[in-house]
T-cell receptor
């Protein structure tokens, strides 16, 4: 079946530190890959996405590259800010074979950035 | 603001009761997805509707049901509630132009006591 595994948190960093959150996936077919962010008390917001192998998604200084050979989609940011503190979810969706684009999520990684 | 509206924001009810959660998708979006977020299970897909028709089911209990109305709003009905049903319930709509882009509402926090 389809699944997503992401590194467990929490992750605590100092401001301006480098961030990596690892994500690997298992999927039948050709998944699209996503990172969503959830700020306290809010819904999920799409951070970035990639729809085919070697695509790089980027937004607000965050980047992730769709690596089919390693089935990975690691999230990176060169210099985190306090405002990046949130929970980050890696997710995939597949169309076809009974799937209709519903998202399959990892368990989430809580990031805390200290000043 | 994602443009997806969920009501109510909070709901407290007793075991055995029935509740209805409501979702209005973004204007023009035909797809509505329901998800449950709990500490135990994380974020799980429940059910998907497209233009009034059920398209896919995930880990949705038989005590739960949903529908999408002609005006495209959707309702998730939860009955015979148990303590374990306490969770955050999200709905999302997919961009009509890019079905891979989902917009989430702020969720309904259900507490069963």
């Amino acid at each position: 079946g389809n699944s997503v595994t992401q590194m467990e948190g929490p992750v605590t960093l100092s401001e301006e530190a480098f961030l990596t959150i690892n994500c690997t996936y298992t999927a039948t077919g050709y998944p699209s890959l996503f990172w969503y962010v959830q700020y306290p008390g809010e819904g999920l917001q799409l951070l970035l996405k990639a729809t085919k192998a070697d695509d790089k998604g980027s937004n607000k200084g965050f980047e992730a590259t769709y690596r089919k050979e390693t089935t990975s989609f690691h999230l990176e940011k060169g210099s985190v800010q306090v405002s990046d503190s949130a929970v980050y979810f890696c997710a995939l969706s597949v169309w076809g074979g009974g799937s209709q684009g519903n998202l399959i999520f990892g368990k989430g990684t809580k990031l805390s950035v200290k000043p | 603001d994602s443009g997806v509206t969920q009501t109510p924001k909070h709901l407290i009810t007793a075991t055995g009761q029935r509740v209805t959660l409501r979702c209005s998708p973004r204007s023009g979006d035909l797809s509505v997805y329901w998800y449950q977020q709990s500490l135990d299970q994380g974020l799980q897909f429940l059910i998907h509707y497209y233009n009034g028709e059920e398209r896919a089911k995930g880990n949705i209990l038989e005590r739960f049901s949903a529908q999408q109305f002609p005006d495209l709003h959707s309702e998730l009905n939860l009955s015979s509630l148990e303590l374990g049903d306490s969770a955050l319930y999200f709905c999302a709509s997919s961009d009509r132009q890019d079905l891979r882009r989902a917009f989430f509402g702020q969720g309904t926090r259900l507490t069963v006591v």
